[in-house]
């Protein structure tokens, strides 16, 4: 019976958390079509396969097809889903799904290119069919509106959101007459020298230095507001007397003003903080879907209909350079008696 | 050498989106018209490229006719010229849209009697967001593809490319032999202003407009609608350095200090 098959992703070995809500997600459409699902495996060495397949089993996976090729230890992206596009030509699968992840995102754009199939991609639900186009959902605007679609095609070809289903195991694993160990089949592509032009010819790992804007409990982020690169020295300290990092708007990082790695929305960093404090920021949508995860938002703006005051829990209206210096004296006093 | 860039016309849209009527579209009555800021890092690491080694650079979009604004913008900060594949605005999935690319492209190739050493996009379109339209466009031409880079180096004696990709932690670096595609996200340059001058000239860069067939769509947008927002009143701490003491106790209640 055809199939229901999911690509998952791992590092060295260890499944992401996007794969297992993919999983999850696809598991879901199994269902719907009565069809059993199944993992595709890729770049792992047969120990590391066989590890991952049986990870795989408790999110309801049915079988995992291993894909080997002495070429395909790195990554690159072509040989991978060519290796995918033949396997789908062969076992002629329902669907292929992917986490919606940069690599996912690739990887699902080459098996499409590979079978002429369009790719659905970053959808948060699936109303998936025997037969005719799918009903489902996706984001568009990095996540800032839902579009209903509709897809066609043979195979259908999708991605996942990150963080749009939460990774589940399946309820309630058939325990009886099930074999303890997952079914991991090999499968074998066909690759030729052009296949492997784009790969990965070395890696460089990034220094780091302090919280990273992703992980931060408290961030403070500033923008066009906070008016030069300088006037940032104080949204870093008073980052540093919070515990956390310091981020910023698309002006600031176009004024020159903080490195692109510091801007949170649609096209920079997504973040999730406990409190996020916006400072001298407007609160442009493609901004504010960046904080959509954080707890609470506080915003200091000295405009009183900035919008950003409709999306905060807190706000403070007036001038940050006048008002934040003086936040930073009151919390060293207080860290002062505190350690006292 | 050659570069082609391609970018794509999109509403500008402010604090947040009106929806038509219909549910359908976003109301752009009172709304400028952009690109993604990833297109806008597209076209400046094109005229970089061309500034370094020389050679021409183009500009294609596919969209109504108004997208010649986008054109025109591109053309202002130093692109030489523009390319409209022409639609009646609606929307193209993203299968349609690089088969019309790809044959525009090798059109264009014919005309000039070269490649176009170095395609760029960027890594998604910033209202459909399919992340797709350069990958199947370098698959079409065989040719090869690096996505999502925010560093280029262009090696023209040797006729490759290094290109980096950062990931978790740090960077994959990529080297192809050209001619390639490549699909950039924002950091990679800050993008430069037109100057005044530029804003002249680009008047008088041609524009050369070709109306591609429309395909039967895969992918068929039905409806768009907003997701639930953040809801509940914004308490107002105070005003100016008054609200000082306001903001500690908050800071305090919430566990921050
Ligand atoms: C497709 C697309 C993607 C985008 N992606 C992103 C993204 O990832 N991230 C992002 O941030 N933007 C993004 N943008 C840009 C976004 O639309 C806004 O232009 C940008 O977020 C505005 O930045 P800002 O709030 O700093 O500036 P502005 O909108 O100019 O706001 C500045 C604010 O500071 C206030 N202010 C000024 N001086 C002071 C002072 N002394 N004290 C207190 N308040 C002061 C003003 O009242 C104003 O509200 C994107 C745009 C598009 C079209
Ligand atoms: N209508 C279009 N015209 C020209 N280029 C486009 C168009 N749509 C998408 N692109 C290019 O393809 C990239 C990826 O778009 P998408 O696949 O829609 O996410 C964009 O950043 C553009 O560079």
Redesign the pocket.
């Known amino acids: 019976m055809s199939a229901v098959l999911g690509l998952v992703e791992h590092d060295q070995g260890k499944l992401n958390e996007a794969s297992l809500e993919m999983l999850t997600l696809a598991r879901g459409v199994a269902q719907a079509l009565n069809a059993p699902l199944e993992a595709v495996i890729i770049g792992a060495e047969e120990a590391q396969a066989r590890a991952l397949a049986d990870a795989l089993r408790p999110y309801g996976v049915a079988k995992a097809y291993w894909v080997r090729h002495e070429a395909l230890r790195d990554y690159a992206p072509l040989a991978w889903a060519k290796g995918v596009a033949q396997l789908v030509q062969q076992r002629q699968p329902k669907a292929v799904l992917a986490a919606g992840t940069d690599r996912g995102h690739e990887l699902i754009a080459h098996v499409g290119a590979q079978l002429g199939v369009v790719a659905a991609t970053n959808c948060v639900e699936v109303r998936a069919q025997a037969n005719g186009p799918w009903a489902l959902t996706r984001l568009r605007w990095?996540g800032s509106l839902l579009e209903d679609a509709e897809l066609k095609g043979e195979p259908k070809l999708l991605t996942v959101a990150p963080h749009a289903v939460a990774a589940e195991p399946a309820p309630s694993p058939a325990t009886e007459g099930v074999e303890l160990e997952l079914e991991l089949e090999a499968f074998t592509p066909e690759l030729s020298d052009s296949d492997l032009v784009v790969r990965v010819v070395e890696r460089v790992q990034a220094e780091r230095k302090g919280v990273p804007l992703t992980e931060a409990k408290v961030v403070v982020g500033g923008?066009?507001?906070v008016?030069s690169a300088e006037g940032f020295k104080m949204l870093e300290e008073l980052a540093a007397l919070l515990g956390g990092a310091v981020g910023c708007?698309?002006?600031?990082t176009n004024n020159g003003w903080r490195p692109h790695t510091d801007?949170?929305?649609?096209?920079?960093v997504q973040i999730a903080p406990d409190l996020y404090i916006a400072?001298?920021?407007?609160?442009?949508?493609?901004?504010m879907v960046?904080v959509k995860g954080a707890k609470r938002i506080l915003a200091?703006?000295?405009?009183p209909e900035?919008p950003?005051f409709q999306r905060a829990d807190y706000g403070v209206i007036?001038?940050?350079?006048e008002i934040v210096p003086k936040l930073i004296e009151e919390i060293k006093k207080i860290k002062a008696g505190q350690a006292g | 050498m050659n570069v082609l860039v391609c970018i794509k016309r999109?509403p500008?849209?402010g604090a947040r989106f009106e929806l038509t009527p219909d549910g359908r579209d976003i109301d752009t009555r009172n709304l400028e018209f952009?690109i993604?800021?990833h297109e806008e890092c597209a076209v400046e690491e094109a005229i970089r490229l061309i500034e370094r080694h020389g050679g021409g650079s183009t500009v294609l979009t596919l969209g109504p006719e108004a997208a010649t604004e986008q054109l025109r913008e591109a053309l202002a900060k130093g692109i030489d010229r523009g390319v409209l594949l022409e639609t009646d605005g609606s929307e193209w999935d993203p299968v349609a849209t690089a088969q019309a690319i790809v044959e525009a492209v090798k059109g264009l190739e014919a005309a000039q009697g070269a490649p176009f050493d170095v395609l760029l996009f960027g890594n998604e379109s910033?209202d459909a967001g399919h992340y797709q339209t350069g990958v199947r466009v370098a698959d079409a031409l065989g040719r090869p593809c690096v996505a999502g880079i925010k560093a280029l180096e262009v090696d023209v004696q040797d006729g490759t490319a290094t290109a980096k990709r950062e990931i978790p932690g740090g960077w994959e670096v990529y080297r192809v032999p050209l001619p390639a595609v490549f699909t950039v996200k924002e950091g990679i340059n800050v993008p430069r202003h037109p100057s005044l001058r530029g804003i002249m000239t680009a008047k008088k860069k041609a524009i050369q407009r070709l109306q591609p067939p429309k395909p039967e769509m895969q992918l068929v947008k039905t409806r768009l609608r907003k997701p639930p927002e953040r809801t509940g009143e914004c308490e107002i701490l105070g005003e100016g350095v008054e609200a000082v003491p306001k903001i500690v106790e908050k800071l305090k209640e919430l566990g921050v200090i």
Do not use: E, F, Y
């Not at chain 1, 400072?279 to 901004?287: K, Y």
């Not at chain 1, 200091?300 to 405009?303: E, F, T």
């Open positions: 990095g923008g066009r507001g008016g708007s698309r002006v600031a801007q949170i929305g649609q096209t920079g400072c001298g920021i407007s609160g442009a949508i493609q901004h960046g200091i703006n000295k405009d900035a950003i007036g001038d940050l350079h | 999109v500008d849209t952009t993604s800021p910033a």
